[in-house]
């Protein structure tokens, strides 16, 4: 498997070449410090199997530049790894055809979890990002219900992490691997987040989240 890495900060380069070997001891990284070089890099490797694009390294204009690179590798997902969290910025990717966003603040592990399933074929987008887009797009519901966005912001931030696996359909036995923890403590991570989200199971939850 070949992956190319786009990022100008030698640091986050590392730190993506231990995830990646976390996820496949054997696999091929490339590394682009620019639009110009991750162009270069597609031309001549068309078999890569996933890009990873920091969304600020020199040469990059935007979402532009990702659709950009979207249509220069049609065969391969493209994740952004960003700092940058505008209100409508995962929505903006997705419509660019960005396969997932990995914010440069989450842990290994977290990482690790989002590249195989993108890799799967699915997409990730965190659903700690979601209460933003609501909280731009959404008015207060009627009545005394909540704002979505207003149920998302009360939820700890390990709870924000358990919420982005369980989106994704894993099991608690699933998650307490990925986030470090027991079964048990993610059994009440998500009964916290049932509550706080006001639903009734986690398929509801689940649902809740992809429909943002």
């Known amino acids: 498997m070949k992956i190319l890495i786009a990022d100008d900060h030698p640091l986050v380069i590392a730190g993506l070449r231990g995830q990646v070997a976390l996820l496949d001891a054997a696999a091929e990284t490339l590394v682009a410090r620019s639009l110009w070089e991750v162009c270069e890099l597609i031309s001549v490797h068309p078999d890569l199997a996933l890009v990873l694009l920091d969304f600020r390294m020199p040469g990059m204009e935007g979402v532009a530049s990702v ?22 910025f995962p929505a903006d990717l997705a419509a660019a055809g960005a396969a997932g966003l990995i914010p440069k603040n989450v842990s290994e592990p977290v990482v ?66 990925l986030v470090g923890c027991s079964d048990a403590t993610v059994k009440v991570h998500v009964k916290a987040i049932l509550k706080k989200l006001d639903a009734p199971s986690r398929a509801v939850v689940a649902a809740m989240v992809k429909a943002v």
């Open 112 to 177: 690790v979890a989002a590249l195989r399933q993108v890799l799967a074929g699915q997409r990730y987008f965190p659903a700690a990002l979601f209460a933003m887009k609501v909280a731009a797009e959404e008015d207060a519901a009627p009545g005394d219900e909540l704002p979505l966005a207003t149920r998302l912001a009360t939820l700890t931030p390990r709870e924000r992490e358990v919420l982005d696996h369980l989106a994704t359909g894993l099991s608690n036995k699933g998650i307490a691997r």
């Open 67 to 88: 659709r950009r690179v979207v249509d220069l590798v049609p065969t391969a997902p493209v994740v952004v790894v960003s700092a940058h969290h505008g209100a409508t």
